[in-house]
C-alpha cells in the first residue's frame, strides 16, 4: 500500500526536508519541489536550533560545555556532513541582560550555533538519500480540491507546479500535499475560507531581524560575554563569539515602522565595541514569525509543517527546530494513515493532537504567545525593574527562551506581588499575562484527541475567545 501512496511537499526548509526524508526511507514515493536552489538553502550565517530537535531527526549534537566563553565546542570529525555543521561555540548558558544593562542573570540556552546552509544542504542530502525526489526550481503555484470547503469536508488531492527555468505548468495529483513553503503558507492560504484555517500570518505577528558576522579584531581588548539584551526595543539584541575569529551580533525588534531599524541597534552596538571589526562574514536580515498556529494543522489529503503551521517560538522567532520536529510527527502521522490506505481529516489528525499536546510544544507556544501579546509593549524601564526585582527571574527567563510557559505557583505569586507591590499597573498587566498564558495551555492541552468537527469547533471558538482577550 504505502509504495502506491504518493507525498507531494511544497518547499525544502528544515521541516519539509525531515518529512521527505522519514517517509521516503519507508518507500513511500514522496516528490519535493522548491523555487530556490540546492546552494542557496537555509541562510547565509549561522542560527541558534534547538539541541533536542537535532538529536530528535537523528543528527550527532555534540554534547554541551560547562563554561561559556571562547571556543569551547570543536567540530566533531566529519563521518557524513553532520559533522561539519555546528559552531565551535556550545553556547550552554547565556546571560539574559535587562534593557537598560542594570541587571543580567545567566540562564539556560538550550541551542546551538548551527550553519545554516550546511545544515540546509545536509538535510536536502539526508532527503535525497532516502529516496525523495527533489525538484529545484519548482514553483507550487496552486493546490488542487475536491469536496467541500469546510475542513471537514475538503480534499487536496493535488497541486499545480511552474518549472520556473521553462515557465511550464502541470498538474501533479498525490494523496498528501504538505505545505513547507515558510511564514508566507503558500499552501495553507489557498484552502477555501471556511476550512478556518486559511488565514495569512498578521503584520503583528512578525520580528524584523538583522544580523552580522564580523571578523573579530583581536588586538582591542574589549572582551564582553555573550548575552541576550532582552526586551529591548519590543524584541532582543544579542552577542556571541562563533569561533575564536568570528563574532556574530544582531537584533530583533516588533516589525512595526514606529520601532527602530534592528540593522541601526546593531550598528549603535559595534560602535561601542571596537574588538568587533568592519569586516562582514555573513549576514543578512529578514522577517521571522513570532505568530500562533492555525487551530488545525491538517484537512484531507494536507498537512502544514514549520513556519507554515506557526511552528515558532514566539519569545524568539527561532523555528528550525520547531519545523524538524513538525516534519517528524507529519511523517509518523502520513505513514500510519498510507499504511491504512487513507488521507482523511480524521488519518491526519493525529499530528495536531502530537504537536499541540503529545509533545508539548503547541500548547506551550500557545501559551508564549499570550504572555508575549501582553508583555511586548512595556518599557525598557519597566522591564529593567522586573528585571531587578527577580520577578522576571533566570528560571522564568530560561523556560520562556526555551519554548516553555510556566504556570506561577503561590509563592511565585505572592512574590511578585510583595516584590512589585510599587507599580500596581505593572502588576496588573503582569497578572493578565500569566493568567491568560495559563488558561490558553490548559485549553490547548485539552485538545480533541480525535477529529470530532462539533467538539473542535467548540474547542476553537474558546481558543479564539481567549486569545482575543490577550489584544
Ligand atoms: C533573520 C532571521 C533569523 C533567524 N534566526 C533563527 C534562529 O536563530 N533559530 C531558528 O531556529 N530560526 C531562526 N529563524 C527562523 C527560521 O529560519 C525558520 O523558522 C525556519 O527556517 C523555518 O523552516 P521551514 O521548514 O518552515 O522552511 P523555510 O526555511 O521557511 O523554507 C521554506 C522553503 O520553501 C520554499 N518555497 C516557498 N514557497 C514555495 C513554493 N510556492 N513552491 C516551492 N517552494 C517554495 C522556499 O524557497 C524555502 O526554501 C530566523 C529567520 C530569520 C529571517
Not at 536536502?124 to 529516496?131: E, N, Y
Not at 552580522?212 to 526595543?233: A, L, P, S, W
Request: with cysteine; charged share 25%.
Amino acid at each position: 500500500m504505502s509504495k502506491k501512496f504518493k507525498v507531494v511537499v511544497a518547499g525544502a526548509g528544515p521541516g519539509g526536508c525531515i518529512f521527505a526524508r522519514d517517509l521516503a526511507r519507508t518507500g513511500i514515493d514522496v516528490t519535493v519541489y522548491e523555487k530556490g536552489e540546492y546552494e542557496t538553502m537555509g541562510h547565509d550565517w549561522s542560527d541558534a536550533v534547538e539541541r533536542k530537535a537535532l538529536s530528535e531527526v537523528g543528527l550527532d549534537v555534540p554534547e554541551e560545555s560547562t563554561k561559556n566563553t571562547g571556543a569551547l565546542v570543536k567540530k566533531p570529525g566529519a563521518k557524513d556532513n553532520a559533522g561539519k555543521i555546528f559552531e565551535e561555540h556550545a553556547y550552554p548558558d547565556m546571560e539574559a541582560w535587562a534593557p537598560d544593562y542594570s541587571c543580567r542573570k545567566m540562564i539556560k540556552f538550550r541551542y546551538i550555533t548551527t550553519d545554516r546552509r550546511a545544515l540546509g544542504k545536509l538535510l536536502v542530502d539526508q532527503a535525497r538519500d532516502a529516496g525523495a525526489e527533489i525538484k529545484f526550481g519548482h514553483e507550487v503555484v496552486d493546490i488542487v480540491i475536491s469536496g467541500g470547503s469546510t475542513l471537514g469536508n475538503v480534499t487536496v488531492c493535488g497541486v499545480k507546479v511552474k518549472n520556473l527555468a521553462t515557465g511550464e505548468e502541470a498538474e501533479v495529483s498525490a494523496d498528501v500535499v504538505a505545505d513547507d513553503t515558510g511564514f508566507k503558507a503558500r499552501l495553507r492560504t489557498k484552502l477555501p475560507t471556511a476550512t478556518g484555517i486559511a488565514d495569512e500570518f498578521n503584520r503583528k505577528e512578525f520580528a524584523n531581524v538583522h544580523r552580522t558576522v564580523r571578523r573579530r579584531n583581536k588586538e582591542v581588548n574589549d572582551f564582553f560575554i555573550d548575552h541576550y539584551r532582552y526586551g529591548y526595543h519590543t524584541g532582543y539584541q544579542w552577542v556571541q563569539f562563533l569561533n575564536d575569529e568570528e563574532i556574530d551580533t544582531g537584533a530583533g525588534v516588533r516589525a512595526d515602522p514606529a520601532n527602530p531599524d534592528p540593522k541601526d541597534i546593531v550598528a549603535e552596538f559595534i560602535s561601542r565595541h571596537p574588538s568587533i571589526s568592519d569586516n562582514v562574514v555573513r549576514g543578512g536580515q529578514g522577517l521571522c514569525l513570532v505568530g500562533r498556529s492555525p487551530c488545525s494543522l491538517v484537512a484531507g489529503g494536507f498537512v502544514t509543517i514549520g513556519d507554515a503551521a506557526g511552528q515558532t517560538i514566539p519569545m524568539t522567532g527561532c523555528g528550525a527546530g520547531g519545523a524538524m520536529a513538525g516534519g517528524k510527527f507529519a511523517a509518523e502521522v502520513v505513514l500510519r494513515a498510507a499504511e491504512e490506505g487513507k488521507n482523511d481529516i480524521a488519518a491526519l489528525w493525529p499530528y495536531n493532537w502530537n504537536w499541540f499536546v503529545g509533545s508539548g510544544r503547541g500548547a506551550n507556544y500557545a501559551g508564549l504567545t499570550a504572555l508575549r501579546n501582553i508583555l511586548q509593549d512595556l518599557s525598557h524601564e519597566d522591564i529593567s525593574f522586573l528585571f531587578r526585582k527577580d520577578i522576571m527571574n533566570a528560571e522564568m527567563l530560561s523556560a520562556s527562551i526555551n519554548g516553555s510557559f510556566t504556570i506561577p505557583d503561590l509563592q511565585t505569586m505572592v512574590q511578585t506581588l510583595l516584590r512589585g507591590i510599587s507599580r500596581p499597573a505593572l502588576l496588573i498587566k503582569l497578572n493578565k499575562a500569566t493568567t491568560l498564558g495559563t488558561k490558553i495551555l490548559k485549553h490547548y492541552r485539552e485538545y480533541p484527541r480525535a477529529w470530532d468537527p462539533v467538539r473542535f469547533e467548540t474547542w476553537r471558538a474558546k481558543a479564539e475567545d481567549l486569545f482575543g482577550k490577550t489584544q
